[in-house]
């Protein structure tokens, strides 16, 4: 492969990359706007009615770093993918909730 080759490569390599990241910034966006509580929460932490609302996100935190190591340690997301999406997707909602950028009336 030429310079000029390997240079254009790596500038690809670089769009495609941006490009992954704005949709699954979008992506975990629309599902944070899209949360429920009482519908989302239980199968990602259990029962989470006793738990306060800086409870529940550090719950959601330490699922979602469980998670991730587990892909480090592997080398692949040997977990669940959309479990991960759906940490992720919990967790922005219920930052939302407490800063008051969305209410949720099924609580």
């Not at 992954?20 to 629309?30: F, K, L, S």
């Not at 949360?35 to 199968?43: C, E, F, I, T, V």
């Not at 259990?46 to 480090?72: C, F, H, P």
Request: aromatic fraction near 2%; avoid cysteine.
């Amino acid at each position: 492969m030429s310079v000029s080759e390997s240079a254009l490569a790596d500038r690809l390599t670089k769009h495609i990359r941006k490009a992954i990241e704005r949709v699954n910034a979008r992506q975990i966006a629309t599902g944070a706007a899209l949360y429920q509580r009482a519908r989302h929460l239980a199968p990602l932490i259990g029962d989470w009615r006793g738990m306060t609302d800086s409870e529940i996100i550090i719950a959601l935190e330490v699922r979602l770093r469980a998670m991730q190591r587990l892909t480090l340690a592997t080398g692949h997301w040997a977990g669940d993918l959309n479990r991960v999406i759906a940490l992720k997707q919990a967790l922005e909602g219920e930052k939302l909730r407490t800063t008051g950028g969305m209410k949720d009336v099924q609580t």
